[in-house]
């Protein structure tokens, strides 16, 4: 069973950053998988966030169009996501997954605060 491990968030005040990790903690290889970041924020279905594909193609959703940038480094075997200018409505779990369709078991997360 593959095993994500999300990490690097925290609380952060409007217009701050962060920059959130994923790893396989069961050896995955992600450089042959699109690979995506996903939210769930309080009392809401999970969405998509951003997506980057085998080749290197991202795409974000239009809510953080301009703030978020998710990249990929292959050879540390890890996805991340840069979180720039973030706002209240960005508070949520974030997980990563496969990028098109989550198809992996989801991991526990990383909790993303942000207030004032």
């Known amino acids: 069973q593959v095993q994500l491990v999300e990490s690097g968030g925290g609380l952060v005040q409007p217009g701050e950053s962060l920059r959130l990790s994923c790893a396989s903690a069961?050896?995955?290889?992600?450089?042959?998988?699109?690979m995506g970041w996903y939210r769930q924020a309080p009392g809401k279905e999970r969405d998509w966030v951003a997506r980057?594909?085998?080749?290197?193609?991202?795409d974000v959703a239009t809510s953080v169009k301009g703030r978020f940038t998710i990249s990929r480094d292959n050879a540390k075997n890890m996805i991340y996501l840069q979180m720039n200018s973030l706002q209240p409505d960005d508070t949520a779990v974030y997980y990563c997954n496969t990028g098109y369709k989550p198809t992996l078991h989801w991991g526990q997360g990383t909790q993303v605060t942000v207030s004032s």
């Open positions: 980057i594909t085998i080749r290197g193609t991202t």
């Open positions: 069961s050896g995955m290889d992600f450089s042959d998988r699109h």
